[in-house]
């Protein structure tokens, strides 16, 4: 259509969409704010942010030979922002991270204010092939800021700059002879072959989408933090280890077998200059696979896990997958190289994403004190199975996101409950 602005599409935006049948595709944010914020500011805040990021107010155009962004104006400001006063908050925060985007229609992201009596929920949801974790928080720090600046009258909009999404920006650095041995490296997803399934979408029920949480305390976390510190591994270390050990409880493996797990891997630690990234994908997956002893103990394991992922960082860790996608949805025409994406692409069974900490000092709403926060991943489809975890004022937040039954949700309890043990016997 002539006169309609259309955008790059990048290799992530796309690989993002062909994961639809394996789940939602959407990313999930609540902020829980110990008070109220001014409803008018918020919701100028969310159409301020389209004007910031057109991405966000766009739909995703299957093209015969090349896939593309294009600029939508149709939708109407109920479609990315609603407020609703309720006296079951919860309910309705529930009800509002089950739904979805329409990436073929747009926009991209919703936002929701809920409020009960003098507190408000703030729930955000933004299509996963629009932004990664890492960006979706920069997204909710920029909310905060607009909110921030219209509230106090210092808003302008060349304050806002907002970087490059290009996948291009990753390797840009690395020679001719860095590519070709980046290239020649063992592709992550060729390994992907876990056989193992986590007990959940049994039977022919009906199912529905639900995320479960389980939260670590301060104390507890600050504990992790002590050891993390005192013994040179990291939060993560300990937290995959954690999963590992509940797993193969869970799944009654013997000393003999080995579990693989993918873990998600932040690409941008290849950019130098980190203020020229945009609200973008730049996440790629590593894979781990650990062997445990009968009786070991959590830290022989920690020791496992810390050493196989030190041996990752020394091998690219994300680039491999990259530059063999990009080469493919470059080369062919889009539809077809989806078909060879698919045909080749093998989807975890098990796996885990860091999401990270979420910045209090950036996540600010004016004066208003916030209580909590937490982001969560895609709504995964049965057999499927996803634990993620985010980080906000010294507390974790773990999520599994499923469209599952009651069965599955019990049983989702009894692994939190495991992990949870395993974890408690570590910071004791």
């Known amino acids: 259509m002539k006169g309609v602005k259309r955008y790059r599409a990048e290799v992530w935006d796309k690989v993002q969409l062909c994961y639809k049948e394996y789940n939602d595709h959407q990313l999930h944010c609540v902020i829980y704010i110990n008070g109220i ?26 093209g015969k030979f090349r896939a593309y962004w294009e600029k939508v104006t149709s939708f109407s400001e109920n479609d990315v922002f609603t407020y609703k006063e309720s006296m079951k908050p919860n309910e ?21 204010l809920i409020r009960n009596s003098n507190k408000d929920a703030l729930c955000v949801i933004i299509n996963h092939m629009v932004c990664d974790g890492a960006s979706f928080k920069e997204f909710i720090y920029l909310l905060s800021s607009l909110y921030t600046k219209l509230k106090d009258g210092t808003y302008n909009p060349y304050d806002y700059k907002i970087g490059s999404r290009s996948s291009k920006k990753i390797y840009s650095n690395f020679n001719l ?14 390994k992907n072959e876990n056989k193992y399934c986590f007990p959940i979408g049994k039977g022919q029920l ?109 091998n690219y860790p994300g680039l491999n997958g ?16 989806v078909k060879q994406f698919k045909k080749h692409f093998v989807n975890p069974l098990i796996c885990i994403t860091n999401i ?4 209090s000092n950036k996540l600010v709403f004016d004066n208003t004190p916030l209580e909590d926060a937490f982001i969560t991943s895609s709504i995964k489809q049965p057999p499927y199975f996803q634990l993620a975890f985010s ?38």
């Open 322 to 337: 990259l530059i063999v996608l990009n080469t493919l949805f470059k080369i062919l025409p889009f539809s077809m190289a």
């Open 37 to 62: 914020l001014d409803v008018e500011y918020i919701k100028q805040a969310v159409l301020l942010s389209i004007e910031l990021i057109p991405l966000l107010g766009s739909r995703f155009v299957k």
């Open 356 to 359: 990270g900490i979420i910045d």
């Open 92 to 112: 309705e925060i529930n009800q509002f991270l089950i739904s979805k985007t329409n990436e073929l229609s747009g926009p991209q992201f919703m936002v929701k």
């Open 206 to 314: 009906m199912r529905e989408p639900f995320i479960l949480k389980y939260k670590l305390s301060q104390e507890r976390f600050c504990k992790l933090k002590e050891y993390s510190k005192k013994n040179s591994v990291t939060i993560n270390d300990i937290v995959v280890t954690a999963y590992f050990r509940a797993l193969y409880k869970i799944l009654n493996l013997g000393q003999s077998e080995s579990l693989t797990i993918p873990s998600m891997v932040d690409l941008r630690r290849y950019i130098p200059d980190k203020e020229t990234i945009g609200i973008c994908n730049h996440s790629s997956m590593i894979m781990f696979s650990i062997n445990m002893e009968p009786e070991e103990s959590f830290v022989t394991t920690l020791q496992k896990v810390n050493k196989e992922m030190l041996k990752k960082k020394e």
């Open 391 to 428: 980080s906000f004022n010294s507390s974790i937040t773990f999520c599994v996101n499923l469209f599952g039954t009651e069965n599955d949700k019990e049983a989702i309890q009894s692994f939190y409950a495991i992990l949870d043990d395993e974890l408690i016997s570590f910071s004791k």
């Open 177 to 190: 002879f860095e590519r070709m041995k980046i290239l020649l490296l063992t592709n992550e997803n060729s």
